[in-house]
Nanobody, 122 residues
């Protein structure tokens, strides 16, 4: 069973930066596309970035140019570097081990971690 443990969240002022980490176990990490999602209060969980070794990275328009996803297959870890944070980025952030379909769309896997809270406020 896939286990995902997110960390690195916290309270940051607008314009600040955070780096999230997610350690994955119970699966062949390198075989997965990895995604970062976020869920703000009262909102649906949304995919904001994903990465594969073969096809690279993809970002939601809301974070493009500010967030960077990366992975270290030797450490079974995926990262999300978040810069120029805005109050609208406040949410619980989750990672996911999924796949890309034939149309290069990210398909989420069934496992989820507990998430890490990011709060952007002055």
């Amino acid at each position: 069973q896939v286990q995902l443990v997110e960390s690195g969240g916290g309270l940051v002022q607008p314009g600040g930066s955070l780096r999230l980490s997610c350690v994955v176990s119970g699966t062949i990490f390198s075989a997965h596309a990895m995604g970062w999602y976020r869920q703000a209060p009262g909102m649906q969980r949304e995919l904001i970035a994903h990465i594969t070794h073969r096809y690279g990275t993809n970002y939601a328009d809301s974070v493009k140019g500010r967030f960077t996803i990366s992975r270290d297959n030797a450490k079974n870890t995926v990262y999300l570097q978040m810069n120029s944070l805005e109050p609208g980025d406040t949410a619980v952030y989750y990672c996911n081990a999924g796949q890309l379909d034939a149309g290069m769309k990210y398909i989420a896997g069934s496992g989820w971690g507990q998430g890490t809270q990011v709060t952007v406020s002055s």
